[in-house]
Each structure stands twice: as C-alpha cells, then as structure tokens.
Nanobody, 126 residues
C-alpha cells in the first residue's frame, strides 16, 4: 500500500524557518517525481515545489524561490522542504505528492500526481 506521511509542521513567527519531511512507504521512492502542494484556508490547492525522481532538478513557484529548498534522500525514501524567511502568506496545510517519473508530463501541476499524504499544518504568525 502506497503511503506518504508528512511531518515537521507547526507554528512559527514571521521570518522563521521550518523543515518539512515526507516519508514514503509501499513503493520504490527513487522511481517517483515528488512535489509539495499547499492549501491555505478558503483557497484551492497551490503547487509549491517539485523534484524529479533522481533529485537532479528542482522547481519552485515564484513566491518561494530563494526561500524554500526541496530535496530528497532516495536511500531513506524521504522528501524534504526547507522553508526559510516564512511569512503569514505561507500559512497552509502542506501536502507531499508522488507520481511515477515522467519527463514528458508537466511536473509543476498538482493534478499530475497520483498519491498524496494527509498533510501537515504550517502556521506563520506573531
């Protein structure tokens, strides 16, 4: 059974940092492209960042470039999102998502992903 489990969310002050993790179970992690998608209260899902299956390419939505870093450890079947200089606009539930590697399909579209975690809450507030 495919399972994605996020952790690392919490309450942080503006300007602070958090590191999210997503542990993967039930599939060969290294064969899958991975993304982080967030959903703020009252809004639809927003794709945030993606990394290809081998970890050689990273992609970011413009609003997080220079502040967030996506990475993965295929040996540990774990995806990460390092978030720095957080602002209240980053407040959302963050989900990790997986799809079998496919270089012919857009990697930065949430609908392209087949497997999703349960999400972890990130709240940025003073």
């Amino acid at each position: 059974e495919v399972q994605l489990v996020e952790s690392g969310g919490g309450l942080v002050q503006p300007g602070g940092s958090l590191r999210l993790s997503c542990s993967a179970y039930g599939f060969t992690f290294g064969n899958y492209d991975m993304s982080w998608v967030r959903q703020a209260p009252g809004k639809g899902p927003e794709w945030v960042s993606a990394i290809n299956s081998g970890g050689s390419k990273q992609y970011y939505i413009e609003s997080v470039k220079g502040r967030f870093t996506i990475s993965r450890d295929n040996a540990k079947s774990t995806l990460y999102l390092q978030m720095n200089s957080l602002t209240p606009e980053d407040t959302a539930v963050y989900y990790c998502a997986a799809r079998y590697r496919n270089r012919y399909r857009p990697i930065s579209v949430a609908d392209e992903y087949d497997y999703w975690g349960q999400g972890t809450q990130v709240t940025v507030s003073s």
